[in-house]
């Protein structure tokens, strides 16, 4: 959604040197926003860095650079298939799918569950259900592994008791239980920020610049 007030100022919390980014610059990158104290700065120096694979972000770092054209950095990730985003800002997922065991209608504002040992206030709540294949598999080339699970509703989870959770907001549609409804339950990643900085993805197959999970 964005921020609601002013975008925030954090103190820089460590400065990487040009010398430190000539042999593994990605290592280094990230090891330097996995160690920052949050919220933080972690500045990039003036100059233009190779880096053969992608680093994750992390809550409340801020990776800020020199100027658009005084640092740059150039993506070549391809000779390494594990990374299909140069820079993650991935959130943590906490659990595979659990099934719902409550009847989900339009206007619930909450679940019933059948595990909720991960559960915590202000978890990513991710509700789905497979598709109805009278719908969606009229053609059989659509039915595809990243896709059966279409229909789908992000909350957060306002608290728990026993194994019902509290939603933030009412669920929109109605899920048939024969459609196997089930959550996942994950921390999100928040106020991250990428500033002042050029980018260039120099590969030949399909890469993601900036990849956004569970944010």
């Known amino acids: ?31 330097a926003i996995k160690k920052a104290k949050s919220p933080g700065v972690v500045m990039l120096p003036k100059g233009t860095f190779p880096l053969k694979q992608g680093f994750r972000m992390k809550s409340g770092i801020v990776l800020r650079g020199q100027g658009p054209f005084e640092t740059v950095l150039n993506f070549t990730i391809d000779a390494d298939p594990k990374f299909r985003n140069c820079i993650r800002i991935f959130g943590d997922l906490k659990t595979k799918e659990i099934k719902v065991t409550s009847q989900v209608k339009a206007g619930a504002t909450s679940l ?32 595809v592994k990243w896709a059966r699970r279409a229909i789908g509703q992000v909350f957060v989870v306002k608290s728990v008791s026993g194994n019902t959770i509290e939603l933030d907001a009412p669920v929109r549609l109605d899920y048939r239980s024969d459609l196997n409804p089930c959550v996942t339950f994950s921390d999100p990643i928040s106020n991250v920020g990428l500033e002042n ?14 990849g956004f999970k569970r944010a």
């Open 197 to 210: 900085f050029g980018m260039r993805l120099l590969d030949r197959r399909e890469i993601v610049n900036i």
């Open 1 to 31: 959604p964005g921020l609601s007030g002013p975008i925030p100022s954090p103190p820089v919390v460590r400065e990487i040197r040009a010398e430190e980014l000539k042999e593994n610059a990605a290592k280094v990158i990230g090891e």
């Open 112 to 143: 019933t569950v059948a595990d909720v040992s991960k559960a915590k206030p202000g978890m990513l709540v991710d509700l789905s259900c497979e598709n109805d294949p009278k719908l969606l598999y009229t053609k059989s080339k659509w039915d």
